[in-house]
């Protein structure tokens, strides 16, 4: 089945303790993305990347950070995170940034 | 002016009637516009694209697009309880080769 496999679900953390949020795609599309969306505002782009090794900031990058060493891989970074980074995210993927795409079920983050 | 504008809402629209949900954007350059449908808790998933001036029809759905005008929309006919979520007008920007989302309308369908 054709799908992008998002995780953790649900995350809980405290502030300053590092935390990765795994994203995999199935369908060897070229462009993933990372959005956070919080109430009233909407769907925001954290940072995307247009092939393996080529990875661009979006709106609001700061605090995190990604990498795309493989086609199908695209993980989000906290570093240190922080209760502003408290939010729901969603991975996203498609053939090109024209194009339909494919969400992840989305992982719901608390930090303390 | 905001890139991509909809009416938050709540659009209440009673069980069976057209349901009309509207999109302006900024850059006259754009080309390629999407509606999302997006269920509680849930994440977006592609309902509707559209690329030229005109009507593009599938089912129930029916997306408009008039460029001169800057304004896309899409129409829910014979709209169900099932239709109850939040939609997301999304627009390509050429200039920029990114997707700008809008924040969406909230569609309350009533039995």
């Known amino acids: 089945e054709a799908q992008v496999t998002q995780n953790p679900r649900y995350l809980i953390t405290v502030t300053g303790k590092k935390l990765t949020v795994t994203c995999s795609q199935n369908?060897?599309?070229?462009?993933m993305s990372w959005y956070r969306q919080d109430p009233g505002l909407g769907l925001r782009q954290i940072y995307y990347s247009m092939n393996v090794e080529v990875t661009d900031k979006g709106d609001v990058p700061e605090g995190y950070k990604v990498s795309r060493k493989e086609k199908r891989n695209f993980p989000l970074i906290l570093e240190s995170p922080s209760p502003n980074q408290t939010s729901l995210y969603f991975c996203a993927s498609g053939p090109g940034v024209n194009e339909k795409l494919f969400f992840g079920s989305g992982t719901q983050l608390s930090v303390l | 002016q905001k890139e991509v504008e909809q009416n938050s809402g709540p659009l209440s629209v009673p069980e069976g009637a057209i349901a009309s949900l509207n999109c302006t954007y900024s850059d006259r350059v754009s080309q390629s516009f999407f509606w999302y449908r997006q269920y509680s808790g849930k994440s977006p998933e592609l309902i509707m694209s559209i690329y030229s001036n005109g009507d593009k029809e599938d089912g129930r759905f029916t997306a408009q697009l008039n460029k001169a005008s800057q304004y896309v929309s899409l129409l829910i006919r014979d709209s169900q309880p099932s239709d109850s979520a939040t939609y997301l007008c999304?627009?390509?920007?050429?200039?920029?080769?990114?997707?700008?989302f809008g924040k969406g309308t909230r569609l309350h369908i009533l039995p």
């Open positions: 999304a627009v390509y920007k050429n200039r920029d080769d990114k997707i700008i």
């Open positions: 369908m060897n599309h070229e462009y």
